[in-house]
């Protein structure tokens, strides 16, 4: 079916995640149901970016003009490790060819399993279908397996000293073939199942949600946090959904909805694209190539975030205090500096250079749109036994405890850099899109908005142009971005270019949807981070 047809679409990071929500869109399905459904199977198509341990937000704007975030990231437990107990943060080493970086497992590096909670609670807000109907492709495809593409075996792979850490992590990521664990792990080609998980889906609809966290599953999901860790019932029976209403920014001829506090990648992005915004009559002065400009919009965002964001992240007011003039002014006038040659210093941020996080964008028949990003982190390594549910390892990633692990006090949200993200247009949504990717993921969202808002690209071209991020006084740049003149003025503004040979997963993954203004839908899943577009 062509897109001009469609009445609905899914735009997801694997095929078969992107078919599961279109076929319930054709079942009548609303956009929920159909994030739901693509989610869920993404537990077994995407097994390593996002699991039912783990944690993410949903967007929703929907036909009557209601606009909600649901917060269904991990919080910080609200124990403490009693003493003479040493808690479990296990720094494993992960080779990415080109470097090494360490990241921390074991029972302390688990936060709250907020997402199964998330998904519940915006079906029985929004869902039309009933719930069986809407989880029974995830069910389906965990008893029965997705054959795993390229990309996914080589994130299993690649995350090996992690998924074999733990004798739980070694039975669900080894097929049935290798018997005792013989050092073989799921390869390119294989069904990847989970058959534990379908059985807990199946007893989650029969008991309810409340099963997983008031329940004996609850108690099995503490046990095995016990003893090196802090998650304990009192956390798995605290309200697990904070229902927020979404950051909003006026920019392009249209209003962008995006994460808000505490998390901090979409208030990024908001202040990125002011600043780009603000930075027109100085482009218009000084004729800056485009990439210079996101170059230096994105170098101030990473300064902003540097310079005390993290920190204040919580504080009430800081979205309006961030994206204040006078704050906005204060970046200008840096960037105008930077180009007179009068500073020259660069902002560092924590690295992450997995990512393991997907998207999943859905526009229905209705009108409703839902961006949902998730992720389980790289995995705590620990899976609980006989659920198929791997544990997230969100109090060991660097990235999302820029204050230090275990720095937060009990009950605080993580501040998560994902962004789900929705354009509205004269009260309608014109475009949904979110990225996977850890801190490249909001320089992924704002280049691919740009590019299709302001340049007017069409959102395939926009998704698929080369992108840049930047690493403190290194510039990752993809191939086709830059020429002499660019790279003339880069170097002289200091920065260090690091000029891939291909695009790269490393640059994010963006799953996009736009509707014009006739109606017709338009999908691309990033190929980058193999992603598809589906349609109903």
């Excluded at 899914?10 to 279109?22: D, K, M, S």
């Excluded at 967007?59 to 003493?83: E, I, W």
């Excluded at 992590?169 to 050092?183: M, Y």
């Excluded at 209403?245 to 002011?274: R, V």
């Amino acid at each position: 079916m062509s897109s001009r047809q469609a009445r609905g679409a899914v735009a997801a990071g694997h095929p078969a995640t992107a078919e599961a929500g279109a076929a319930i869109l054709k079942a009548g399905g609303n956009a929920v149901d159909a994030a739901i459904a693509a989610l869920v199977t993404s537990f077994t198509a995407e097994p390593v970016l996002t699991a039912a341990g783990g944690g993410g937000f949903m967007l929703v704007a929907d036909s009557h003009r209601q606009n909600t975030l649901y917060d269904g990231f991990a919080r910080m437990p609200m124990g403490s490790m009693p003493k003479g107990i040493e808690a479990e943060l296990k720094p494993i080493p992960i080779d990415f060819g080109d470097t090494i970086q360490t990241f921390h497992i074991g029972q302390a590096s688990i936060g709250t399993p907020s997402l199964m909670s998330m998904l519940f609670t915006a079906h029985e807000n929004h869902g039309r279908l009933p719930l069986r109907e809407v989880l029974a492709p995830g069910m389906d495809a965990a008893k029965s397996g997705i054959r795993l593409n390229e990309l996914q075996a080589s994130f299993i792979e690649l995350l090996r000293p992690i998924l074999t850490d733990h004798e739980s992590g070694k039975s669900l990521h080894a097929p049935a073939r290798t018997g005792e664990f013989s050092g073989e792990l799921w390869r390119h080609g294989e069904s990847f199942r989970n058959p534990d998980l379908a059985h807990t889906l199946d007893m989650l609809l029969h008991e309810g949600i409340a099963e997983m966290y008031q329940g004996d599953l609850a108690k099995e999901i503490v046990k095995a946090c016990s003893p090196h860790g802090l998650l304990g019932m009192d956390d798995m029976r605290a309200s697990q959904v904070h229902i927020r209403k979404p950051l909003s920014t006026n920019i392009l001829g249209g209003t962008m909805l995006t994460n808000p506090a505490p998390s901090s990648g979409g208030l990024l992005i908001a202040f990125a694209a002011n600043l780009l915004k603000h930075c027109q009559i100085l482009n218009e002065a000084k004729k800056l190539p485009w990439p210079v400009l996101m170059a230096e919009a994105l170098s101030a965002a990473s300064r902003l975030r540097q310079q005390g964001l993290d920190a204040h992240i919580h504080d009430p007011g800081i979205e309006k205090e961030m994206l204040h003039g006078t704050q906005i002014e204060v970046a200008v006038r840096h960037i105008r500096k930077r180009l007179s040659g009068m500073h020259n210093e660069m902002p560092q941020e924590p690295k992450n250079r997995h990512g393991s996080t997907t998207h999943i964008s859905v526009i229905d028949t209705d009108g409703m749109a839902v961006s949902m990003t998730t992720s389980n982190g790289e995995g705590s390594g620990i899976v609980v036994p006989g659920t198929g549910i791997h544990l997230n390892n969100m109090l060991g990633e660097e990235d999302i405890n820029p204050l230090g692990f275990h720095a937060l006090p009990g009950g605080a949200t993580l501040s998560s850099m994902m962004a789900p993200s929705i354009f509205m247009e004269n009260g309608k949504p014109s475009l949904v899109l979110g990225s996977g990717g850890s801190n490249r993921l909001r320089g992924a969202i704002l280049q691919v908005l740009m590019h299709h808002k302001l340049l007017g690209e069409h959102i395939e071209q926009a998704v698929q142009a080369p992108r840049l991020h930047n690493e403190g006084n290194e510039l990752d740049i993809e191939p086709g971005l830059l020429g002499d003149y660019e790279r003339h003025l880069l170097t002289t503004l200091g920065w260090s270019l690091r000029e891939w040979q291909q695009q790269s997963v490393y640059f994010g993954g963006v799953h996009a949807i736009a509707r014009r203004p006739d109606g017709n839908l338009h999908g691309c899943g990033d190929s980058r981070r193999g992603g598809a577009v589906a349609y109903a």
